[in-house]
């Protein structure tokens, strides 16, 4: 159980949780082992992800994070997932969602399609079934499941995918990851990061195309952008098209 303390700010007490260092130690250390595994073995990852996210989410609660003298746990996963914060916070979701789903299962089906899971558990809310789900998980390729989830999430099939390699450099990530987080939070949230990259895209396009005086291609990515715009936002977009006209 954790101590509670308060600490007065500009005049006003905010209550934090009192700082437990013995735990903090342990469970910083365990962060820091899984994360040494997991980089120098791509497989590990699945091996270690509900312990991870288990931790993690101790360590948020605790913030243990003030051991390392850091004024956030934003900044704590900064620090320790220098490459992309939202993997360690579907590693917590995990956890936090998927209460019902014995940590042996979860540890056999790996960690994409317990990132599956979690949509539906989001999804139905205390109506969860984590039993056929969790049958499913195991029996269907990952692609496969994933349709499945998104045909259930969604009420609609998914479109075929595939996967775009290339190399970016460390210090291109910042802009790289914060376009697609500010994306990701005009879009609702829930959108994947191909779906954010997408849009990126097609807004630059519409840019190109105004500027070149490329009509075809300017209308062709406004098309794809209004497409990709929630229900409420096209029928405001339609709404000031209507007045301007």
Not at 66 to 77: G, P, Y
Not at 140 to 163: I, Q, W
Request: proline share 3%; hydrophobic share 40%; glycine share 6%.
């Amino acid at each position: 159980m954790i101590g509670l303390t308060s600490l007065r700010i500009n005049g006003q007490f905010l209550v934090t949780p009192k700082l437990n260092r013995r735990r903090a130690l342990f469970v910083l250390g365990k962060i820091d082992q899984i994360l040494a595994r997991d980089q120098s073995c791509e497989q590990e990852r699945d091996r270690y992800f509900v312990e991870l996210g288990r931790y993690l989410c101790e360590a948020r609660a605790g913030q243990y994070w003030r051991l390392d003298n850091l004024t956030s746990f934003d900044e704590f996963l900064e620090k320790k997932f220098p490459q992309s914060r939202r993997k360690a916070y579907y590693l917590m979701s995990v956890h936090e969602r998927l209460t019902r789903v014995p940590k042996k299962a979860l540890e056999q089906l790996g960690w994409t399609k317990a990132r599956e899971l979690v949509r539906i558990a989001r999804r139905d809310g205390q109506n969860f079934d984590c039993a056929p789900w969790v049958h499913k998980a195991s029996e269907m390729p990952r692609e496969e499941f994933k349709r499945e989830v998104e045909r259930y999430v969604t009420g609609r099939d998914s479109e075929p995918a595939d996967l775009i390699y290339f190399k970016i450099y460390r210090s291109q990530m910042r802009v790289i990851e914060g376009a697609l987080e500010k994306a990701s939070l005009m879009l609702g949230g829930d959108k994947s990061r191909g779906y954010c990259l997408e849009m990126i895209c097609a807004d630059f396009l519409a840019g190109v195309g105004a500027e070149t005086a490329d009509a075809d291609l300017m209308l062709s990515a406004l098309y794809r952008l209004f497409e990709l715009l929630p229900a409420v936002q096209r029928n405001a977009f339609t709404d000031e098209l209507r007045k301007a006209s």
